[in-house]
């Protein structure tokens, strides 16, 4: 598999059919990992067809997704190896000997993973698929993912209006007037200052940092994604 071209739609990846048998324990491992952290999956693909699409709401409530490439991994036994140490080989389709595309969604919704499990022992192996830049964790905005971020230090994030309080000031009427309103009031207020924090706190670390909206951007998702290539281009 090689590095993606820029994909147009959500739905253009490339899918395989593959055993349910065989692949089915790879995705039960990834769902019971989901519930077990909170999350209420809200779709999911079928075990025979791959990769794994997973859509999901996260514990506050925000709407994530995860196309998954997944591979069943495995801890034989190899000389000079770490008796510990887990591999797992690529492999879908029919040996026609071409290089595939991982799908990569260019309105960052979706994370794309590619690794494999072990749902035996409950072990994941993760790949770097095409990223030249690695996320540090100790830096603003974790533990949430960056959506777009790039090794020159610009990039675009993407936030649920919700969540994040769009029209702030009309929201907080209706969330004040709603069931449970100063709880709503106040973790929305935290969100709101959160984003304002790591947003400077990232532009002293060098970065340009823009964010979109989710509505505009399932809008205009095309005009977004324009927008999104011009603001980290060199």
């Known amino acids: 598999m090689r590095c993606p071209r820029r994909s147009r739609r959500l739905s253009d990846f490339r899918r395989f059919r593959v055993s349910a048998r065989d692949r089915g324990p790879l995705l039960t491992y990834l ?30 409530g925000e709407r994530m997704g995860i196309l998954a490439y997944a591979f069943l991994a495995n801890a034989r036994a190899t000389r000079n190896r770490p008796c510990d140490e887990h591999r797992f080989q690529l492999k879908y389709g029919s040996k026609d000997g071409q290089l ?7 309105f960052q919704l979706y994370t794309t993973l590619l690794f494999g499990i072990n749902p035996e022992r409950g072990v994941f192996v993760g790949a770097d698929r095409w990223r030249r830049f690695t996320w540090n964790g100790s830096w603003p905005g974790c533990p949430a993912l960056p ?36 709880y709503w009031l106040a973790k929305i207020a935290y969100n709101r200052d959160r984003d304002r924090r790591d947003d400077a706190l990232l532009a002293n670390l060098g970065w340009r940092v823009v964010r979109f909206w989710e509505t505009d951007v399932l809008k205009d998702p095309e005009g977004a994604a324009n927008r999104g290539a011009v603001i980290v281009a060199p």
Request: hydrophobic share 25%; aromatic share 8%.
């Open 147 to 182: 959506n777009g971020f790039d090794s020159r230090r610009r990039g675009v994030r993407i936030s649920g209006c919700r969540w994040h309080g769009r029209d702030w000031e009309q929201r907080k009427e209706r969330l004040g007037a709603g069931n449970n309103g100063p």
């Open 100 to 106: 595939h595309e991982l799908w990569q969604d260019p």
């Open 31 to 60: 769902q019971d990992a989901l519930e077990r952290c909170g999350c209420t999956l809200l779709r999911v693909s079928p075990p025979n067809e791959a990769p794994f699409r997973l859509t999901f709401e996260a514990p506050d």
